[in-house]
């Protein structure tokens, strides 16, 4: 089962962790082994397999779940939230491509050299709209060096989005990591509430995990913060990226 990383303490290299273990209720915590004789002949119940670890209060405060895991339901069931949201709408964008891009009628005029950057669409028709109403959609698009295909594809798009009102930025996968940012994409609205993407190897969307736990929302909202300091303005990242072949 895969592991995601809800949030860190850690400093140059220091270790205590939390993390969430994928289908499941169960959190790991990373931490320092207790090792002390007096500390561990005073624990109870101890059955071979476990083991103890140190991790400082501050972890647990900050970052530990205060309610089950959210259940995955479709991307259709949040599309009313990008009307509906008071305030901001900010997506981190992780991965290499998406497979919704490659199947899109888009993709295959990009494919041929056409300028896909003024193709109309719902999503700008609402972009529109809500930033008309004084509403800010932002976007942080991790990418690679060089930019993969469909990131350069995402790219080429970006200025159609940015004339609808959407405030897009790129940041390199190098400086994203050095931040530890999340390796996950995820909606936060308001401030208040996530939706993280669940896709499959192929780069399809499975769904969504909607939630409004205090913690998953602190992490959002820290990511979204260190993401939108460092990251460049699209333009710029448009001007340096290759036409496709």
Not at 3 to 17: A, H, K, V, Y
Not at 163 to 188: Q, S
Request: aromatic residues 8%; glycine residues 6%.
């Amino acid at each position: 089962m895969a592991l995601r990383l809800i949030g860190t303490t850690s400093d140059e290299g220091d270790c205590p962790t939390l993390y969430e273990i994928d289908g499941t209720d169960d959190v790991l915590v990373q931490g320092d082994r207790v090792t002390d004789p007096e500390h561990l002949a005073q624990l109870r119940d101890v059955k071979p397999s476990e083991t103890f670890v140190r991790v400082p209060r501050s972890l647990l405060v900050r970052f530990a779940p205060s309610s089950g895991a959210p259940q995955l339901q479709p991307f259709a069931e949040i599309a009313h939230l990008f009307r509906e949201f008071r305030h901001t709408a900010f997506r981190l964008e992780t991965r290499c491509g998406y497979a919704s891009d490659r199947r899109s009628p888009k993709w295959q005029r990009w494919q041929a050299g056409e300028d896909v950057s003024a193709v109309p669409s719902s999503w700008l028709d609402n972009v529109a709209a809500q930033t008309g109403a004084g509403k800010r959609f932002e976007r942080v698009r991790v990418v690679d060096t060089p930019p993969t295909e469909g990131q350069q594809f995402l790219l080429a798009s970006a200025p159609g989005n940015v004339a609808a009102g959407e405030d897009i930025r790129t940041l390199a996968r190098a400086e994203a990591e050095r931040l530890r940012l999340p390796a996950f994409d995820f909606w936060l609205f308001d401030s208040r509430l996530v939706a993280r993407f669940a896709f499959d190897e192929n780069d399809t969307t499975l769904g969504v995990y909607l939630t409004d736990d205090p913690a998953e929302v602190l992490a959002a909202c820290q990511a979204r913060d260190a993401a939108w300091h460092y990251a460049t303005p699209a333009a710029q990242a448009v001007r340096q990226v290759p036409s496709p072949m």
